[in-house]
């Protein structure tokens, strides 16, 4: 069964690059950002960890922890977080997942039915489908999922910019207009009246009678 937004996220327990992983328990009460690649040592897959590892500061200050989950063994990440820090000018400051079982590939749904998948030889086509990205809430919810075929490296600047987008709509009755970015302003829920909406968020700018805009809350 696949893995859809406000389902709870699939807990495991795994190794990693930073010892026994228990995902919930390791997420407390922090956003979590997973991330997953069929296999390391691939050329886009490196330029995509060593994006994250650039962003690590960025995700810390927004509450939110990141993790890596790849398709090979933790002796394999450790030589290839060389690669990356090298690649990415930055440390690789976030667990990266031993995933040779496919525990987290097949609990997430990231692969396709009864995939036939060698235990010996396997290449990332064999797993081209685990190149998914999910935020997870506090609460263990899955927020957001976005998935990317193997020839398309991901935009980490439009997935934290997507993380603050959560962030800033998460249990409140707003929303976010197309292509927004923090500090813009936000689509009050129609769920609201106008007066309830004004009272909540001040002066609306009104452009439609279903389409309200307000100054985002500040704090």
Same mark, same amino acid.
């Given at each position: 069964?696949?893995?859809? !937004?406000? =389902?709870?996220?699939?807990?495991?327990?795994?190794?990693?690059?930073?010892?026994? !992983?228990?995902?919930?328990?390791?997420?407390?009460? /922090?956003?979590?950002?997973?991330? /997953?690649?069929?296999? =390391?040592?691939?050329?886009?897959?490196?330029?995509?960890? %060593?994006?994250?590892?650039?962003?690590?500061?960025?995700? +810390?200050?927004?509450?939110?922890?990141?993790? %890596?989950?790849?398709?090979?063994?933790?002796?394999?990440?450790?030589?290839?977080?060389?690669?990356?820090?090298?690649?990415?000018?930055?440390?690789?400051?976030?667990?990266?997942?031993?995933?040779?079982?496919?525990?987290?590939?097949?609990?997430? =749904?990231?692969?396709?039915?009864?995939?036939?998948?060698?235990?010996?030889?396997?290449?990332? +086509?064999?797993?081209?489908?685990?190149?998914?990205?999910?935020?997870?809430?506090?609460?263990?919810?899955?927020?957001?999922?976005?998935?990317?075929?193997? /020839?398309?490296?991901?935009?980490?600047?439009?997935?934290?910019?997507?993380?603050?987008?959560?962030? +800033?709509?998460?249990?409140?009755?707003?929303?976010?207009? +197309?292509?927004?970015?923090? %500090?813009?302003?936000? !689509?009050?829920?129609? /769920?609201?009246?106008?007066?309830?909406?004004?009272?909540?968020?001040?002066?609306?700018? !009104?452009?439609?009678?279903?389409?309200?805009?307000?100054?985002?809350?500040?704090?």
């Amino acid at each position: 069964m696949s893995v859809r !937004i406000n =389902d709870i996220a699939p807990d495991f327990t795994a190794q990693s690059t930073a010892g026994e !992983i228990r995902f919930h328990e390791w997420l407390g009460d /922090s956003y979590g950002i997973v991330f /997953s690649h069929p296999r =390391d040592f691939t050329p886009v897959c490196t330029t995509e960890f %060593g994006a994250v590892a650039q962003l690590v500061p960025e995700f +810390a200050r927004r509450n939110t922890k990141v993790i %890596g989950v790849s398709v090979d063994s933790v002796d394999d990440h450790a030589k290839w977080k060389r690669d990356i820090e090298a690649f990415g000018g930055a440390p690789a400051d976030f667990p990266i997942i031993d995933d040779t079982a496919l525990t987290v590939a097949k609990a997430y =749904d990231m692969l396709p039915a009864d995939y036939y998948l060698p235990t010996e030889g396997r290449a990332p +086509a064999h797993t081209a489908t685990v190149r998914t990205v999910y935020i997870v809430g506090p609460d263990k919810k899955v927020r957001l999922t976005m998935t990317y075929p193997m /020839s398309v490296g991901r935009n980490f600047a439009e997935i934290l910019r997507a993380l603050d987008a959560v962030q +800033a709509t998460d249990g409140v009755p707003l929303a976010t207009p +197309a292509n927004w970015q923090p %500090g813009q302003d936000l !689509i009050v829920a129609l /769920s609201l009246n106008n007066e309830q909406a004004a009272e909540r968020y001040g002066d609306l700018d !009104i452009r439609l009678p279903y389409l309200r805009f307000a100054r985002a809350p500040r704090g």
